[in-house]
């Protein structure tokens, strides 16, 4: 194994010095660039720029200035979802435990309730037989018809008096209302487009979480970097709003 090795780093050692002097040079040089491209976490990415646009807007210490205004509103409009969050929860979670202790109460009512439901649907299909037959319902019949009527009710009142009345269902409010979309709002509050701050967050942000490492397809100019380095410490306090 240790031969075959060898032999195969000869032949391209040979290949190298075979080489004109001034092609080995490029061939040589090509792979160091290539090696430190790869190392550096550069290449031909680190060679283009932004194209700033009515979207792209460049990045510079006034237009920070309006993100963190964004960031200031959109955070707060954040917390505030996460208390109404928090409040409707809580009042789903007391109306589970109301019902729950309802039904635990009203279990055997109601399952007297559904006996008679029961035997009130027979007699009312005895007494159509019947009726169809003589043209009208007999005494028996409607004194059956009557008990069991009676029970039903008397029975329902008795679950009132135990148990109290069906606990009325809460409506589900909906707290993601219109307008109420935190990023929306920072946008209004920066005093630019929904899609121009959107841009501005998300590079701002590309910029802050990969601190001494790549910013992915992300590219600044070196104004924007030095801009958003002066501006970290403020940025930092909206790490987690800005994905960390």
């Known amino acids: 194994m240790m031969i075959r090795i060898l032999y195969r780093a000869a032949l391209l050692a040979g290949a190298v010095l075979t080489l004109t002097p001034g092609a080995a040079h490029a061939q040589l040089g090509g792979l160091r660039k290539r090696l430190e491209d790869r190392m550096l976490g550069q290449g031909a990415t680190a060679q283009r720029a932004p194209t ?3 979207r792209v807007l460049e990045i510079t210490d006034a237009r920070l200035e309006q993100l963190l205004r964004g960031l200031k509103a959109e955070q707060a409009a954040v917390a505030k979802q996460e208390q109404a969050n928090a409040a ?11 019902n729950e202790a309802y039904g635990k109460c009203a279990e055997p009512y109601t399952k007297e ?7 009130t649907m027979g007699l009312a ?3 159509k037989r019947e009726q169809d037959k003589t043209g009208k319902m007999t005494g028996p019949m409607q004194d059956s018809v009557k008990a069991v009527t009676t029970r039903m009710q008397q029975v329902a009142r008795d679950l009132e008096a135990k148990c ?3 606990p009325e269902q809460p409506e589900f409010d909906a707290m993601g209302s219109e307008g109420s979309d935190p990023e929306a709002l920072g946008a209004k509050a920066a005093g630019l487009k929904d899609e121009q701050y959107a841009v501005l967050r998300e590079r701002a942000a590309a910029f802050l979480l990969a601190r001494g490492g790549r910013t992915g397809s992300y590219v600044y100019v070196a104004g924007e970097r030095a801009a958003l380095e002066r501006r970290a410490g403020d940025l930092a306090a909206f790490r987690k709003l800005l994905g960390e």
């Not at 409707?88 to 109301?98: G, I, L």
């Not at 309730?113 to 035997?119: A, F, I, S």
């Open 52 to 54: 700033f646009d009515d």
């Open 88 to 98: 409707e929860n809580a009042r789903m979670a007391e109306a589970e435990k109301r």
């Open 113 to 119: 309730l559904l006996r008679y439901t029961g035997m």
């Open 125 to 127: 299909f005895a007494a």
């Open 164 to 166: 109290g009345k069906s």
